[in-house]
């Protein structure tokens, strides 16, 4: 039986004649419980995964040869060659499916380079979603989801959005059945990034110091909390293994976190590997006004509001 999404039309199978757009969200991680380091040199996770409304949007139009253009965030920073994951990511999808790796593709940025909301994840798998689109390959989901296995751990979850629970090294992906819950954040975007493998190393080197602090282990009371549907007792439980090696690396942002929760955020943590900083608060009123004196008190470069859980990479 053919799924339901599955373009089966014969207009689709020859691929879109217009331009294809794709809106792919951020992710936070509610949890991020980092174990062991394995023998491919990845730590073992056990993360809850959460898509909020921050997005990047990809435009993918026919083309001769690949191309790529981009706005917003990282402009002039962020490398548009062969380095560049919107690129991987066609060169994977052509691979797979031996169509021509042929697209003038265009990225509006709007999540900040390694900020620890796997904007470069996000737009992998923006990438996927839209040629596969532009080039009628239609491809099912899990398809999409093992070619984006390859291209990053966080890719696969930025396909099908939501929230999830992530194991393995992050990649293997099961979605978390919420009842319609919508969560709402405040998210302080720092000057500057913060590396991933570097906060991994920090993580540990501090472990093998004594000085991490103990390790989160198992999402059971996450996704308990989830359950209840009450941000307070949803703010009890986030946590992220990573949030000591970013404080180490970046000390500033203890004092984000904390102007955080002095204006009224229910509770803080570093997103990811950092250094954005995301804050639950009570409802979208109190979103604002964090977000407001987060940024009067310069903490940050920008504090923004988003709510999640919103859908992954789609075409719009
Ligand atoms: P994560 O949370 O997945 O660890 P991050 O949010 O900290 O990631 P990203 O913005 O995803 O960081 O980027 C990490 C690095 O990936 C960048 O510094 C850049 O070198 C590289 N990269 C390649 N392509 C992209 C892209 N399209 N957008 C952002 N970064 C990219």
Redesign the pocket.
Known sequence: MTEPWRRDDDEERRGASGPVRVRVP??VNLHLGVGPLRRDGYHELNTVYHAISIY?ELTARRGDTLTLT?EGE?TGE??LDD????I?AAHALAGYTGAAPHARLH?R?Q??????????????AATLVACDALWGTGLSRDELAGIAADL???VPFLIHGGTALGTGRGEAISPVLARATSWHWVVAIADG????PQ?YRELDRLRETGAAGPALGSTDALLAALRQRDPRVLALALGNDLQDAALSMRPSLAATLKAGEAAGALAGIV????P?CVFLTADAADAERVAAELEAAGVCREARTAHGPVHGARVT
Request: glycine share 22%.
């Open positions: 951020a992710k990047d981009m990282g962020l490398a380095s560049n994951l919107v991987r990225l940025k999540i900040p380079l390694a900020g620890g909301l796997a904007g470069g994840s996000a737009d992998a990053g751990s966080d990034g913060l590396s991933t906060a997103s990811g590997s950092g954005t």
